[in-house]
């Protein structure tokens, strides 16, 4: 039986398998409602974005991207991006206090339902918590039911925002983290 996915850190030369696992979320039936990159764009950058995207990812202070490592390909993935107060979001909207956000989640069909998105979530929570954030915060369209059902799974819950970006209506969710040693830890 194929052991279940890990869920770690990208690393520094793994650049072209985080291009590779983009480009298949960006084609994704549901990449409409999922991401504010298209397949042209991604397919556009070329090797030195992919080798500067990676090293920020796999080094960074501020930025963090794990991915869901079956030892023969990655089948998940999720960043986290901690924003400074008076800094501009991926939206360009002024961040008015500290914030842990996830962006570009994404689960390869064969591994959906399978806990792949929690465990990748549990890894982003666990890195955020270690520079100080106390929840993590998402953006999902209003219309991707499937992955709001999968947040709310996770933990996740409406915050009440709800706002317009290039993709349509979407509202905001966040999920405490727990203090280490709490009953409720991660
Ligand atoms: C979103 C995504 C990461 C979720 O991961 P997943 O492994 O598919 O999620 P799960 O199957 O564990 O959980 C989805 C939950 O939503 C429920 N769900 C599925 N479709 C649903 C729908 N149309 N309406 C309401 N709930 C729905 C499922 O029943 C499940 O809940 P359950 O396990 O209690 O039954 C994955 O589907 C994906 O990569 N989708 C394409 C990209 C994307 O949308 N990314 C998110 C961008 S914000």
């Given at each position: 039986?194929t052991?279940?996915?890990?869920?770690?850190r990208?690393?520094?030369h793994e650049?072209?398998?985080?291009?590779d696992?983009r480009l298949e979320?960006v084609?994704?039936?549901?990449?409409?409602i999922a991401f504010?990159?298209?397949?042209?764009e991604?397919?556009?950058?070329d090797?030195?974005?992919?080798?500067?995207?990676?090293?920020?990812a796999?080094?960074?202070?501020?930025a963090?991207?794990?991915?869901?490592?079956?030892?023969?390909?990655?089948?998940?993935t999720a960043?986290?991006l901690?924003?400074?107060?008076?800094?501009?979001?991926?939206l360009?909207?002024?961040?008015?206090?500290?914030?842990a956000d996830?962006?570009?989640?994404y689960?390869?069909?064969?591994?959906?339902?399978?806990?792949v998105?929690?465990?990748?979530?549990d890894?982003?929570?666990?890195?955020?918590a270690?520079?100080?954030?106390?929840?993590?915060?998402?953006?999902v369209?209003?219309?991707n039911?499937?992955a709001?059902?999968a947040?709310?799974?996770?933990g996740?819950?409406p915050?009440?925002?709800?706002?317009?970006?290039?993709i349509?209506?979407?509202?905001?969710?966040?999920?405490?983290?727990?203090?280490?040693?709490?009953?409720?830890?991660?």
């Open positions: 039986m052991p279940p996915p890990t869920a770690r990208v690393r520094l650049w072209a398998a985080v291009r696992l979320a084609a994704d039936p549901a990449a409409g504010l990159t298209t397949s042209a991604e397919l556009a950058r090797e030195s974005f992919w080798r500067q995207r990676t090293a920020g796999a080094l960074g202070e501020d963090a991207q794990f991915v869901a490592d079956t030892g023969a390909r990655w089948v998940g960043t986290v901690m924003r400074e107060t008076g800094a501009r979001d991926h360009d909207r002024v961040v008015l206090a500290p914030r996830v962006v570009g989640v689960v390869s069909p064969s591994h959906r339902g399978t806990g998105l929690g465990a990748l979530l890894a982003a929570a666990a890195w955020a270690a520079r100080g954030a106390d929840a993590l915060t998402l953006d369209h209003a219309d039911a499937r709001q059902g947040y709310r799974k996770a996740f819950a915050t009440g925002v709800a706002f317009t970006s290039s349509g209506p979407e509202i905001e969710m966040s999920r405490p983290i727990p203090p280490a040693g709490a009953p409720d830890g991660r």
